[in-house]
Nanobody, 124 residues
Framework: QVQLVESGGGLVQAGGSLRLSCAASGRTFNTLHMGWFRRAPGKEREFVALIGRGGGTTNYADSVRGRFTISRENAKNTVYLQMNSLKPEDTAVYYC?????????????????WGQGTQVTVSS
């Protein structure tokens, strides 16, 4: 089992920044690919960003590329999502997820463990 706890969400004005953190426990962290997903009101959960086990591979949704940066500190069992130039359309509940698969996947079924989510609200 893997436990994931997100933090860092909140209310920010458009153009502002937030950094989300996700602390993992229960399994050796460097065996997990890590991802961030989000769900906006009335919409399906969508992929935001991912990072491979060693941190050398990253991928982003087109809607956040160039504004968001995913990173990880394996020594601290933590993954981060730095969000800059936030827009009102970034408003959502953000979820951290962990994958035990060999390949890196961008869709929710590829992830075995999920955090409880943290609310990000961007005001215009």
């Amino acid at each position: 089992q893997v436990q994931l706890v997100e933090s860092g969400g909140g209310l920010v004005q458009a153009g502002g920044s937030l950094r989300l953190s996700c602390a993992a426990s229960g399994r050796t962290f460097n065996t997990l690919h890590m991802g961030w997903f989000r769900r906006a009101p009335g919409k399906e959960r969508e992929f935001v960003a991912l990072i491979g086990r060693g941190g050398g591979t990253t991928n982003y949704a087109d809607s956040v590329r160039g504004r968001f940066t995913i990173s990880r500190e394996n020594a601290k069992n933590t993954v981060y999502l730095q969000m800059n130039s936030l827009k009102p359309e970034d408003t959502a509940v953000y979820y951290c997820a962990a994958s035990t698969l060999y390949n890196i996947i961008t869709t929710p079924p590829g992830y075995d463990y999920w955090g409880q989510g943290t609310q990000v609200t961007v005001s215009s």
